[in-house]
């Protein structure tokens, strides 16, 4: 129950999902888990602990290329988990790099370290008796998975300018503690996988819930005027503003997120709205109240309308404010100017205030591997073994090699060129495009995305070149299904997978990421997106004004409707 | 039929109980008949020795030839029913017995005595033969100067260890004072026409010796022992197989598997074949054409060349690509096909055995030919090959659920040699040239001394890493369709987890139902150390002590060079340890186990 007096006018009535009993009955999180692990029969979790591994940061998955080809073998599928480390705003050391690189070549089974758009790194392909030593490893180099992924707040985003380096650095520090101020209190996590003793306490989560969130919940914080986080994707973001370089408060922004259904209205993608300015003191009381009010009103019986943005459309916003306010017993104040004018990572050095070279890597679609010719993740490997500072995964799926002392910089980038992870060839349109993991490793995926990315973005390129827009570019997202993890309902151009081959194609969000794109065509193949691309991109080149973006141009030229207010423009 | 014409001089039963016999059993359909005669042996074994020595030797005063083979693939079997048969039309008393069902202690009254035998392994009887060979060896076994007896020796000249237990029993029986009717003979695979032969010899010896004991003329008197009663007689057998259709060849283990292990599924629609759960299947097979080809080609021989196959005329392709073995090599070729081509470094390799061994562990026909090419003619050729052996699986299905069809678990022997990728005769045949929907000749092989246990409330142990499985799928089948209540423990193993869990799916869903009672899986390769079966065995060594006493049978099934003995020392250790046992009460344990019928093995 809450500590805080519900209203009942704003709590959705109805019978509860099932998720709610299985949180309800999973002893905060433990389950049978430990059961599981015992169990030599089957390379999967059984019943309740499938999903509960979520809250422990793993998915169970399964090679999907080869589930039919298993099934006739009689084979189980090819069970595993793919595990999402919870690392607030994405910075790893050169020694935490090492160990996971070695752990992804020999107990994975894809062999890759995976950077995604959450900013931190997944491995894929885990089978069951590497689990645990898994965890262990994870912990000896102080990483966890701690609600990376289920019903709570999950790894904190945290902008990756390493220019600002002074207001970089503050930046982050609130990410980590806005990260460690939402954990779950459950020693569920120590105890399963770390063979910590159960201690006999009264245990509770005073805020998330004895039954946690009512649906996943993101967290971000961004420095203007970069949006690399991509704010209009997350439930809560803190806006950092600063004074004569020094942080000194956010302004609050709530509700934003991608997730839809297909096919059920009630679901879109929708833009986070501003709540106000507060001073930094106030930070964690705000950020523990926002998840506090979504906790008590988030609608807990359709998981579809379970999220933040649902909640503020049901109550009103301003009724969320007050709620916000009340609890935290300081109103916020009006919210301070700031304006992003980028989303992208700056490919390549740049210099810190401080002094300090960052090289940012382009890592397409954040795969880590050796590839042919390009033995990236060896590269990465090696570079780790000399670099000094850290390394720095981005919202974009990039790497940035941080804090290089003028020194060794030469060196750095001799050991980035050597291994095919500086690359001038790359175009400006494939810096900017991105795609999910899909298949053949996600469950939800309904169409390929990352494996295609790579081939449609040089269609892309060519259709550019065609009309001598070559050093032009589109941001341009794939995802295989509408859940929203490659963001494209916030891209100029979204492909969102229908079925093998077949997308939706969703124009006009803009560079910044300020706008939902909308539907311009309904599961298609690659033939006629590229048709519809090929003519819109033609008259783009002719009819743009000066620096119009393709998405602006779009909206501008009617060829698609500008989604103001999702609920009401995304589905009309 | 056979119980009709029974009369009390040539068994062991009064002329009443005979009479009482013969009006219960008219009473009974086939079927039931069955069914008795497995009870009544299940009962004469649990009263142990209970079988009065002196009323069976009393009662059978004229002469009987006792008939006793010890068989691994069914061969023995086969060659000592032949020798039954002529016998019984001679109107003789025979008593034809599996070795595993011979009273050992009536060894001494016996007069006349034949000894039918494989060898297995590295010289070792075979699995039925164990416990009689065990007691010949022991000091229990009693002098026996009133016995005359004949030995004859079944093998395959490429192993090492040629016919050695037959050699064995000669050799023992002659020590323990016994006289040879005639000499013992040592047969290669193809022993059909030199095992008639023998028997035929054998009969003529005899003939003086029945003459005057010769029994009434009422009929035959081959007491069918029960156990062997189960399948009926078919139309078809191996000298008449059955051309079924193929309807399934699945890969059962994964993409990234070292095996190469097949779920067959062969239909019986046509035939009168059926089967029981422990059965084996004899499937015959067509050479690679490709392998054919080739050896014609190196020596020179036109594919049409007629040549001579015993009674049969053929062309050679014919006769190389149906009749003749060109996966299994053997001395004898190397012999044979050395003269033939007159090369003196073949018959130099052939005259030191050790070596000739060695060369042909992994060597087909085709390597020693490749290697040694040459001109022999088309007989000569024919001549120095040998005629194919039906391979035999165990049978993975059971007939009340699959009905007229029957299952296979064939692992494809497959493996880079020489400069060539090889295949093996039959797996190569079943996996890879033979489509679905094409026809395989096949035969049941039957096999007594691998049953389930006939109370369906009785507890398994089922021991069957690899392809040993198989007949456990069976099983398994066979009392979810009989809605036994029984307890069901499966050990299974295998190198990898995600790759070689061979049935995996329907073993969750057994032990899902519950069917299953408990399944102990070994992936020997998915960590550090090796983890077998038998540490499964071991680890649970508690409750599979508490199931034994609580009566259940126990099978192992699989590889009998290595696990099938690594088994059963874990079970020695778990019997000493659990049951506070010495070794020697250990061993005597599983002996009696064996006696029972409650420790069947089915291995190779």
Redesign the interface.
Known sequence: MSQYPINPAFVAEGKLSDNERLKADSDHLRGTITTDLQD????GFNGDNFMLIRFHGMYQQDDRD?RA????????P?HNVMLRARMPGGIITPTQWLAIDRFAAEKTMYGSIRLTTRQTFQFHGV?K?NIKPMHQFLHDIGIDSIATAGDVNRNVLCTSNPVQSELHQQAYQWAVKISEHLLPKTRAYAEIWLDEEKVETTEQEPILGDTYLPRKFKTTVVIPPDNDIDVHANDLNFVAIAENGQLVGFNVLVGGGLAMTFGDTSTYPRRADELGFIPLEHTLQVAEHVVTVQRDYGDRVNRKNAKTKYTIDRIGLDNFRREVEQRVGVPFEPVRPYTFTNRGDRIGWVEGIDGKHHLTLFIENGRVLDFPGRPLKTGLAEIAKVHSGDFRMTANQNLIVAGVPSEQKAQIEQLARKYGLIDDGHSEQRKNSMACVAFPTCPLAMAEAERYLPELVTKVEGLLGKHQLADEHIVLRVTGCPNGCGRAMLAEAGLVGRAPGKYNLYLGGDRVGSRVPKLYLDNVGEAEILTALDQLIGRWAIERLANECFGDFVIRAGVVAEVKVSKTDFHA | MLLSSLVAQASPLTEQQVQQLQGLVSQLNPIQQAWVSGYLAASAQLAGGALPQQAAASAAPAATLTILYGSQTGNARHVAEQLAAQAKAKQWAVNLLDMADYKANQLKNEQFLTIVTSTYGEGEPPENAEAFYKFLFSKKAPKLPQLKYAVLGLGDTSYEFFCKTAQDFDQRLAELGATALQGRQDLDVDYESAASSWNQALIEVLEPEFKESAAPASGAQVIAWPGQTAAAASSYNKQQPFAAELYTN??????DSSKDVR?IEISLAGSDLSYQPGDALGVYFDNDPALVRELLQITAIASTAPVRLGEQRLTIAEALTSQLELTQSYPAFVDKYAAAIGSEALQALAADKTALRDYLALRQIIDIVREHPGMPSAQQLVDALRKQQPRLYSIASSQTEVEDEVHLTVGVVRYDAFGSTHLGGASGFLAERLAEGDTVRVFVEKNDNFRLPVNDDTPIIMVGPGTGIAPFRAFLQEREQRGASGDNWLFFGNPH??QD????????RY?KQGLLTR???A?SR??AEKIYVQHKLLKQGSDVFAWLERGAHLYICGDGNRMAKDVHQALLAIIQQHGGKSPEQAEQYLDELKQAKRYQKDVY
């Open positions: 030599e029969i089957t390379g080869i080809e298993r099934a006739a073998q009689k084979l189980e090819l089978l008796p | 699945q890969k059962i283990t994964g993409r779920h987890f995600t869990f061979l049935y995996q799916v329907e073993l969750q032990l399944l102990d899986v992936f998915d960590q």
